[in-house]
């Protein structure tokens, strides 16, 4: 059981907007900022969006994410195949003093 | 181009103790923290242990606690996890991840591919 909750799966197709939701509880999105890792298979994960709001360099502006309250949301826009993948929030927290993590979204391109 | 690369992994009965070792190139390791979080077969992504930069603060996941201990060598550019007491539960791929500055609370901008840890009997 995962401290942060996500839904397990996510589908759309090419060139639609999906979002995936990130639910956590004071201690970790309420009181700090949320991370977003986008994991190919087979691959490492990559840091997507961090500070909740922010781009690593080379990471698309069809990604964006927000936060509200002790929620976070990804959003992707334009949506192409490249971007099937497992995708996980995360972010520190205060109560357990480490990392906690969603349990990841799986999202499909159909 | 920074790298990190693990080692150490194998296959270990439950109760046996495995140290899994990173070593971290392209960029200077004693500026950044460092953690190690794991992925069971199939699973989501788990963290499990992270250290500051000088190694003075460790920070453990509580399904560790106890059982494992971070540490890193900065001469020698070099993150390590001891594991002791591993259960059939902690078989799982454990990468190491550079934290994007100085602090913990940093997230993680570089992954190993990680090490695969088997615990069966």
């Known amino acids: 059981q995962s401290v942060l909750t996500q839904p397990p799966s996510a589908s759309g197709t090419p060139g639609q907007r999906v979002t995936i939701s990130c639910s956590g509880s004071s201690p970790n999105i309420g009181s700090n900022t949320v991370h977003w890792y986008q994991q190919l298979p087979g691959t490492a994960p990559k840091l997507l969006i961090y500070?909740?709001?922010q781009r690593p360099s080379g990471v698309p502006d069809r990604f964006s994410g927000s936060k509200s309250g002790t929620s976070a949301s990804l959003a992707i826009s334009g949506l192409q195949s490249e971007d099937e993948a497992d995708y996980y929030c995360a972010a520190w927290d205060d109560s357990l003093i480490g990392w906690v993590f969603g349990g990841g979204t799986k999202l499909t391109v159909l | 181009e920074v790298q990190l690369l693990e080692s150490g992994g194998g296959f270990v009965q439950p109760g046996g103790s495995l140290r899994l070792s990173c070593a971290a190139s392209?960029?200077?390791?004693?500026?950044?923290?460092m953690s190690w979080v794991r992925q069971a077969p199939g699973k989501g992504l788990e963290w499990v242990s992270g250290?500051?930069?000088?190694?003075?603060?460790?920070y453990y996941a509580d399904s560790v606690k106890g059982r494992f201990t971070i540490s890193r060598d900065n001469s020698k550019n070099t993150l390590y996890l001891q594991m002791n007491s591993l259960r059939a539960e902690d078989t799982a791929v454990f990468s190491c991840?550079?934290?994007?500055?100085?602090?913990?609370?940093?997230?993680?901008?570089?992954w190993g591919q990680g090490t695969l840890v088997t615990v069966s009997s």
């Open positions: 991840a550079r934290a994007r500055d100085t602090a913990m609370i940093n997230p993680f901008d570089y």
């Open positions: 500070n909740t709001n």
């Open positions: 250290i500051s930069v000088s190694g003075g603060s460790t």
């Open positions: 392209g960029f200077t390791f004693s500026n950044y923290a």
